[in-house]
């Protein structure tokens, strides 16, 4: 059974920082491309970072700068460290895993920048 647990969001200020984390299970981690999106009301669903097998990443540019993504393969875990944020960073984030096995998204965490 795969399962991706998003963890990690809550409130925060403007200017703030927090870490999300996605565990995964199920899935060949370690070869699938891994990334965080993430979606407000009445508006799709957007990449917000990506990392690939080979630890390649790419970001939004509304990210570039503030938000990190990174992976542990030994803890089939990914990481979005995001710095400095915003209140329109303000969303539901999702993990997302994508593979030959298929794709899978998390529950989804809400961030909340607000002061």
């Known amino acids: 059974q795969v399962q991706l647990v998003d963890t990690g969001g809550g409130l925060v200020q403007p200017g703030g920082s927090l870490r999300l984390s996605c565990a995964a299970s199920g899935i060949p981690f370690s070869i699938y491309v891994m990334g965080w999106y993430r979606q407000t009301p009445g508006k799709q669903r957007e990449l917000v970072a990506r990392?690939?097998?080979?630890?390649?990443?790419n970001y939004a540019d509304s990210v570039k700068g503030r938000f990190t993504i990174s992976r542990d393969n030994t803890k089939n875990t990914v990481y979005l460290q995001m710095n400095s944020l915003k209140p329109e960073d303000t969303a539901v984030y999702y993990c997302n895993g994508a593979g030959y096995k298929g794709g899978y998204w998390g529950q989804g965490t809400q961030v909340t920048v607000s002061s």
């Open positions: 990392i690939n097998s080979d630890g390649k990443t």
